[in-house]
């Protein structure tokens, strides 16, 4: 539905450098595809290139080179005319809403309808079970000031549907509320998922997000798409630094500090693997610490553990030292290996330490 193909984006800055223009290259050679029917999640850093890379399948920005094609068309090659109506099949909402606070929240989800000429009876018949579907029937006469920030998300997402797109682009669109709000609007982005069959683009710094709606999720950095996966997956077992950098802020699931600090790279004669388990589906439940006591010869010392639920799967994360004799670890670590479990070896501990 949304295919992105080698964009890259340059902005040309004010004023030069030593004679020479300068600019920020926020897009590099990025390629992208988003199934009709997905929700996608692309989560990165401040300054990664998240904002531009969104506004980029609406051609809000224009790539400096690359193709965006959404529903069959590549819109980098129509006409202004031609886009403006190929923007019909796309809806965008907002950090901030961007609501006209003049209008009532009927008449801003109105605009888009009316923008396009269609005739008042047509547009009330519109909106009227746009806003049953966003939960704001009884806010009709309203103004903007008087709503919630969620409330307003709302309103947005209702006018964002007006057009009934396929896409809805999300721009940090739980950014500015509070949790509790934040999981009513990801609920109400979930069910126009699956009752219109939207396609769902969004862009967060939250991986609770990702967790709650994502069917997959990329992570940009530096302008570059640097991994995608499948959420439970990547919640599972991230490739790369800064995705398990993300999953560890997010999990807080760190050894503690004394411990971080005498961690080595390499085993040595004396020392302990300590590790990060991942498992999920039918090793969660498997009496796990005891089997390898009892089948490796491997005592467990766990140093963190905890249980999450990514949509409808089971996550166990947990931090440990195991203990024994260097061929008893390296066989407890095989036998992890072969049932199911992801593992990372963070370091190795002095045994007397
Ligand atoms: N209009 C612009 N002119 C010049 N540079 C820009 C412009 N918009 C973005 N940039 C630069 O491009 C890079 C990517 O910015 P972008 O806003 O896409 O990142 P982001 O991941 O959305 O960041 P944030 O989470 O802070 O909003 C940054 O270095 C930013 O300073």
Request: glycine fraction near 8%.
């Amino acid at each position: 539905m949304i295919r992105l193909h080698n964009v890259s984006k340059t902005y040309q800055l004010k004023g030069r450098r030593d004679g020479v223009a300068r600019s920020v290259q926020a897009l590099k050679q990025v390629d992208f595809h988003v199934p009709a029917g997905q929700i996608h999640g692309v989560i990165g850093l401040s300054g990664a290139g998240k904002s531009t890379l969104i506004r980029c399948v609406n051609l809000l920005e224009r790539p400096t080179t690359g193709t965006v094609t959404v529903d069959g068309r590549e819109l980098t090659g129509l006409s202004r005319q031609a886009l403006n109506q190929a923007r019909h099949g796309m809806g965008m909402i907002f950090q901030h809403f961007n609501l006209l606070t003049n209008r009532t929240v009927f008449a801003n989800v109105a605009l888009p309808l009316e923008l396009m000429g269609m005739p008042r009876s047509e547009i009330r018949s519109r909106v009227t079970p746009l806003l049953e579907l966003v939960g704001l029937a009884d806010k009709a006469s309203q103004h903007p000031a008087q709503l919630s920030g969620g409330q307003k998300q709302r309103v947005a997402i209702a006018r964002a549907l007006a057009s009934r797109p396929k896409v809805l682009l999300c721009d940090e669109a739980t950014s500015a509320l509070d949790p509790q709000t934040t999981g009513s609007i990801l609920a109400l982005l979930r069910d126009i998922n699956q009752q219109l069959g939207l396609t769902i683009l969004l862009i967060t710094h939250e991986m609770e997000v990702v967790k709650s709606i994502c069917h997959r999720v990329s992570l940009i950095s530096d302008g570059e798409l640097v991994e995608e996966a499948e959420v439970g997956d990547f919640f599972t077992s991230p490739s790369t630094h800064l995705g398990r950098e993300f999953l560890n802020d997010f999990l807080k699931l760190e050894p503690p500090r004394a411990l971080i600090e005498r961690l080595e790279e390499s085993p040595g004669p004396h020392t302990h693997p300590v590790v990060r388990l991942a498992f999920r589906g039918d090793a969660v439940a498997a009496p796990l610490v005891s089997r390898l006591a009892r089948e490796c010869g491997v005592d467990v010392s766990i140093l963190q553990a905890k249980v999450e639920s990514i949509q409808e799967r089971t996550l166990g994360l947990m931090i440990a030292e195991l203990m024994g004799p260097a061929a008893k670890t390296r066989e407890a670590l095989d036998y992890l290996e072969s049932h199911d479990l992801k593992v990372e070896v963070l370091g190795h501990v002095q045994r007397d330490a």
